[in-house]
């Protein structure tokens, strides 16, 4: 048997030939006036379904072109207001740090009226050597701005530490709270003399220690330790921290003291250099 032929007609030329026939009888249509009410009525047949069709076939594309330009649209707006809102996320930043800074300043200036004999610099941390603590850290003031080695180093709500090195424009602070710190301390409110010794262990239970306090020292739990006048490095007067846990030692003739220090070490910003060292001042 023979495979019939099939007709393959695309669809465009299909709709090109129906458009066609359909212009064809409505000139027809209107030319024969009254007369071809039958060539009317079949038109009326063929061409009123179409051009129904047509007519839903035209609103269903106005439909989707209004629909994905309403999706274009809120695209749009989504992507201006997301700009808006990290603009406003980066205002709100600035602000914060503004203010973190103003109250930085504030401390700073508080503290420099607290201790208002000693001639100081201000100074901003520019890098920490400890992972957790500021127990060694940089500073943006060298020997440019008068900077030296010895030079005491104060923020918060007291001493921090000793500048133990210095570029032209930097220097490096090493701070109480290291290990190999050493510093000649007395009670405020009895002149007992101790030491107070970095210790970055205990410090993670928020206290350093202080030792070689005189058994039966009239001292309490929250008394303020300052550095003393017999001090090799320091500068007296200047607060270090508040003790607790007052023990008698082994040797049952020291005591020895927890030290909850004036400066919070986990975050330090700005700080202020006394420009005299010790021995130039004495």
Known sequence: MQKRNKINIKPRYLFVL???????????????????????????????PMQSGINKLGSFFADKLKYFKSIDDLTAENASLKEQLADISYQNKVLMQSRYELDDLKKLYNLDNNYADYPKVAARVIYNNSSNWYSSFGIDKGTDDGI???????????????????????????????????????????????????????????????????????????????????????????????????????????????????????????????????????
């Open 148 to 282: 030296k080695v010895g030079m005491n180093v104060m923020a918060g709500d007291g001493l921090v530490g000793i500048v133990t090195k210095t570029g032209h424009n930097n220097a490096t602070v090493k701070s109480i709270i290291d290990d190999s710190s050493n510093v000649s301390g007395m009670f405020l409110d009895t002149s007992d003399t101790c030491i107070v010794k970095g210790n970055l262990k205990t410090l993670e239970n928020g206290h350093i220690e202080v030792t070689d306090i005189k058994k039966g020292a009239d001292i309490k739990d929250g008394y303020e330790v300052v550095t003393s006048y017999i001090s090799t490095k320091y500068h007296p007067g200047i607060l270090i921290g508040y003790i607790s846990d007052i023990t008698v030692d082994s040797s049952n003739m020291t005591e020895s003291a927890k030290l909850t220090p004036a400066v919070d070490f986990s975050k330090l910003d700005m700080v202020l250099i006394i420009t005299k060292e010790k021995e130039a001042m004495y």
């Open 18 to 48: 129906m458009v066609s026939l359909c212009a064809v009888i409505l000139i027809v249509s209107f030319r024969s006036g009254n007369n071809d009410s039958a060539i009317r009525q079949f038109a009326g047949d063929v061409v009123t």
